[in-house]
């Protein structure tokens, strides 16, 4: 079993960065992607980036490709998501998932088995 727990969520202007975090528990973090969503109020959840088991191959959503960059240490089973040029549209609770699957860099939340409860990220124009 793996328990998830984020953090670096914040207030921040449009342009800045922000870096979210995602601990792991659990033997088990590195034979598991890991990904993050996030869910705007009145809104699904939705994809945001995701990483194989071994940090080989990512995944963005088209809205974040070239600001975004996930990463990993699977020595401090540590997930990372650095946000750069922040929009308004990015705000929302952003959720770190992991997945058995651990090739799978796909985005169907349905893949993940483990979530943490979320950090807020609100950009203001």
């Known amino acids: 079993q793996v328990q998830v727990v984020e953090s670096g969520g914040g207030l921040v202007q449009a342009g800045a960065s922000l870096r979210l975090s995602c601990a792991a528990s659990?033997?088990?973090?590195?034979?598991?992607?890991m990904g993050w969503f996030r869910q705007a109020p009145g809104k699904e959840r939705g994809f945001v980036a995701a990483?194989?088991?071994?940090?080989?191959?990512?995944n963005y959503a088209d809205s974040v490709k070239g600001r975004f960059t996930i990463s990993r240490d699977n020595a401090k089973n540590t997930v990372t998501m650095q946000m750069d040029s922040l929009k308004p549209e990015d705000t929302a609770v952003y959720y770190c998932?992991?997945?058995?699957?651990?090739?799978?860099?796909?985005?169907?939340?349905?893949?993940?088995?483990?979530w943490g409860q979320g950090t807020q990220v609100t950009v203001s124009s």
């Open positions: 998932g992991a997945s058995r699957f651990g090739t799978d860099v796909g985005g169907s939340a349905s893949s993940y088995d483990y």
């Open positions: 990483i194989s088991w071994t940090g080989g191959s990512t």
């Open positions: 659990g033997r088990a973090f590195s034979s598991y992607a």
